[in-house]
T-cell receptor, first 115, second 113 residues
Framework: AQTVTQSQPEMSVQEAETVTLSCTYD???????LFWYKQPPSGQMILVIR??????QNATENRFSVNFQKAAKSFSLKISDSQLGDTAMYFC????????????FGTGTSLTVIP | DSGVTQTPKHLITATGQRVTLRCSPR?????VYWYQQSLDQGLQFLIQ???????AKGNILERFSAQQFPDLHSELNLSSLELGDSALYFC????????????FGPGTRLTVL
């Protein structure tokens, strides 16, 4: 079975500091993608970053970067220089496409950036 | 604005009723996905359509059905509604049927009384 686990229901960070959100996943497929989505209070789901499993290099998007450990099936998100606008729910997601495009989401981590 | 539109924004109905949620994907996107987000079950993938054909199925109940029309808009039909069906229903679209970024719509908030 494919599962995505986010073990930190809530986190907080001081503005301008760095925070890391954890995610582990389980899959028997060799081809998959991993994503972090952000859901601010408005409710909109916004893609933050994605990682192709076949790429060893960790993805980076401005202040957001991931630590992808394929053997450990770990995919953590690092947010540098945290901003108030980063306050949101963050979801880790796994996509597989060998059997159609199946998506699996974690339960989310609620991040609060403190001024 | 993701370019994905969903109607209606809010829907309030009674148990046992049937409702239809509508989604228009981004221009040019062929793939449409439906998700249910509830407090107790998180974000659940329901179903995916690609260019009018069902591509993948997730945790979709038999009381729920979906389709994608030739103009690529999609509808999610929910019947024999129960209190537990109250949730935020998202539609997302992507350009291809392969691994690709999904763009989410604003969601439809369904409340079953």
């Amino acid at each position: 079975a494919q599962t995505v686990t986010q073990s930190q229901p809530e986190m907080s960070v001081q503005e301008a500091e760095t925070v890391t959100l954890s995610c582990t996943y389980d899959t028997s497929e060799s081809n998959y993608y991993l994503f972090w989505y952000k859901q601010p209070p408005s409710g909109q789901m916004i893609l933050v970053i994605r990682q192709e499993a076949y790429k060893q290099q960790n993805a980076t998007e401005n202040r957001f970067s991931v630590n992808f450990q394929k053997a450990a099936k770990s995919f953590s998100l690092k947010i540098s220089d945290s901003q108030l606008g980063d306050t949101a729910m963050y979801f880790c997601a796994l996509e597989q496409w060998n059997t159609g495009n199946q998506f699996y989401f974690g339960t989310g981590t609620s991040l609060t950036v403190i001024p | 604005d993701s370019g994905v539109t969903q109607t209606p924004k809010h829907l309030i109905t009674a148990t046992g009723q049937r409702v239809t949620l509508r989604c228009s994907p981004r221009s040019g996107d062929l793939s449409v996905y439906w998700y249910q987000q509830s407090l107790d079950q998180g974000l659940q993938f329901l179903i995916q359509y690609y260019n009018g054909e069902e591509r993948a199925k997730g945790n979709i109940l038999e009381r729920f059905s979906a389709q994608q029309f030739p103009d690529l808009h999609s509808e999610l039909n929910l019947s024999s509604l129960e209190l537990g069906d109250s949730a935020l229903y998202f539609c997302a679209s992507s350009g291809s049927g392969g691994a690709d970024e999904q763009f989410f719509g604003p969601g439809t908030r369904l409340t079953v009384l």
